[in-house]
């Protein structure tokens, strides 16, 4: 994951990858960071973090720790 302010907003990225590389969920949101509180950016995360899930990232994940 990588967070960044700009031009008074905050943005996160994140992704998740297959263990091989070849399989790839990204996400990303962005909020007024003049505004941001520290809940609102707790809410920035949770956001992305359920849209990586709501693509599948549950399945990589859980997949790299099978194959352990």
């Known amino acids: ?4 302010v700009g031009e008074s907003r905050l943005r996160l990225d994140a992704v998740v ?6 399989s790839r969920i990204a996400a990303a949101d962005t ?3 003049d505004a941001t509180s520290k809940e609102e950016a707790v809410a920035l995360g949770q956001s992305v973090a359920q849209s990586l899930l709501d693509d599948g990232a549950a ?8 194959s352990d």
Do not use: P
């Open 59 to 66: 399945d990589l994940i859980s997949a790299s720790r099978d």
């Open 1 to 4: 994951a990588c967070a960044r």
């Open 31 to 33: 909020i007024a960071f």
């Open 17 to 22: 990858l297959g263990e091989d590389g070849s």
